[in-house]
């Protein structure tokens, strides 16, 4: 079966840089992608990785190691408002979108 | 372009009751999953449907049901609801079928008393 594994908790400072791992095991790839989610709010989508390397978005950047089974999340230049849950997430052969159990940020003046 | 909608935002039921949650996905997008999120679970998946077929099923019991109609909105239902069934349902949909990229409504919270 499909399964993802993430730290629970990670809490940094604001300017800081802060890197949300992310395990995964599936029978199919078809990539990874990061999902952030405010307390009350709507999961939103942050980005998908499907060959190696590093993916950049502004302050936000995930990497991808399809021989390790192996990506994370690089949040830079931490602000008050990242204070979230990020959530990693495969579709596996179906389709079907698993996630990870989400890893909650706090970010501390 | 509008976003995806769920409707209602909130819903106070009672044990044994039933319910139905609507979920209008983004237009073009013809893939439409629903989640159940309580603390501690995570995104738990229920179910997606792609053209009006349902082509995946997660664990849950067959007190969960949905439906997709021709113009891509779904609705999900819920029979004999149990104190276990309070949660966060999110809908999200997607434009192909690898569901690389889902948007996400803003959910129904529901709350079984």
């Known amino acids: 079966g499909q399964s993802l594994e993430q730290p629970s908790e990670v809490t940094a400072v604001e300017g800081a840089i802060v890197q949300i791992n992310c395990t995964y095991q599936t029978s199919g790839f078809y990539g990874l992608s990061w999902y952030q989610q405010h307390d009350g709010g709507a999961p939103t989508f942050l980005s998908y990785?499907?060959?190696?390397g590093l993916e950049e978005t502004g302050r936000f950047s995930s990497f991808l190691s399809r021989s390790d089974s192996y990506g994370y999340l690089l949040l830079q230049e931490l602000q008050m408002k990242d204070s979230a849950s990020y959530f990693c997430a495969v579709p596996d052969l179906t389709g079907k979108l698993i996630f990870g159990q989400g890893t909650t940020l706090q970010v501390k003046p | 372009k509008a976003g995806v909608t769920q409707t209602p935002r909130y819903l106070i039921k009672t044990r044994g009751q039933q319910v139905t949650l609507s979920c209008s996905p983004i237009s073009g997008h013809r893939s439409v999953s629903w989640y159940q999120q309580t603390p501690g679970q995570g995104l738990q998946f229920l179910f997606e449907y792609f053209s009006e077929t349902q082509r995946n099923k997660g664990n849950f019991p067959g007190r969960f049901s949905g439906r997709q109609f021709s113009n891509s909105r779904s609705e999900m239902n819920v029979s004999t609801l149990e104190l276990g069934d309070s949660a966060l349902y999110l809908c999200?949909?997607?434009?192909?079928?690898?569901?690389?990229?889902?948007?996400f409504g803003q959910g129904t919270r529901l709350t079984v008393v």
């Open positions: 999200a949909s997607s434009l192909g079928r690898k569901n690389t990229e889902a948007f």
């Open positions: 990785n499907a060959l190696d």
